[in-house]
């Protein structure tokens, strides 16, 4: 049975994934999720200089996920270099995510993480509540600008994280498939907030944060499967995966590779071995010999099951 998966020029030894920002500011923290077994680690979000984030509270857990509003606090480019190659170091498979306040800021960062050894680069085009990230993938034309600037300075492969809160998040994906992207990330946390009712203001410091965990699965289900119609690079799929089950569901609507991020939280880190062994099980009962098989299934088949979801 072949559980490895490829992103375009990079093979993957299975197609699971921690998201950005839960764990992995660090290169203990990378190894930690490295020694899980899943195919590829992904840092934190960093950028050009290192970010405290803002005040508490900035994670509160609602309806079986979260709202977060860290801030993107991160160690800036040249701490998290030195991060990445002692995770290389170990043979563990990186990808770095970056964020700019310009075009240009994403390239000078996606470079330092190339010149460190990095697999690829992830860029956060998406942060709902951090520097006005969310602008970049709200508008097909500064998606694009940003890729562009990226695949001009990098040779490694380049991904894109999107969010679901653009007018057509289908158009963002041709967008950034024209400029070059060699595969799309959907979907970022969405914008959202909770008031406190005794205190009559809202909970995190930051007023507005981004939802992630089981409420926006979904909504990241129909983001992949609407890109998969519309692009040709591959997908990675995340938002609300906390089991086996919602990870098939996934790679069904078209996702390559998936993400697992509020899951870590609720599960612990032995989220990815359930995960992975459950994918196993699957692909055995099912018959499937690949996960290459798998991808973009639900495609085929018309809507309408009778099934128990
Ligand atoms: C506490 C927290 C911090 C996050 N930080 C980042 C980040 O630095 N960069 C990024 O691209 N996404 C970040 N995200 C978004 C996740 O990577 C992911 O897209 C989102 O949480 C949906 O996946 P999930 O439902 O599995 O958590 C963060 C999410 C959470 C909950």
Redesign the pocket.
Known sequence: MELASNLGRLRLKNPLMN????LGSNSSLLLRLASTGIGAVVT??VGLRPRIGYPNPT?IPVGG??I?A?G?PNPGASYMAKEVRKVKKRGVTVIA?VFGKTPQEYAKVALKMEEAGANAV?L?L??PHANGLIHFSQKPELSKMVIEQVKDQVSIPVFA?LTVEASSVVEVGRSVEKAGADAIVA???IGAMLIDTKLKRPVLANKIG?L??PP?KPIAVKCVYQLYEAVNIPLIG????VSTRDAIEFILAGSSAV?????IALKGLDVFKEVLKGLKAYMEEEGFKSVNEMIGLAHKASGGSRLDV
């Open positions: 998201a950005s920002g839960i934190k979000s994670l996920g979260f977060n860290m993107l995510s992830e956060n998406s942060c994280k979907i970022n946390s981004g992630s965990g926006i995340v938002g609300g995966i993400q697992i991020g509020s899951a």
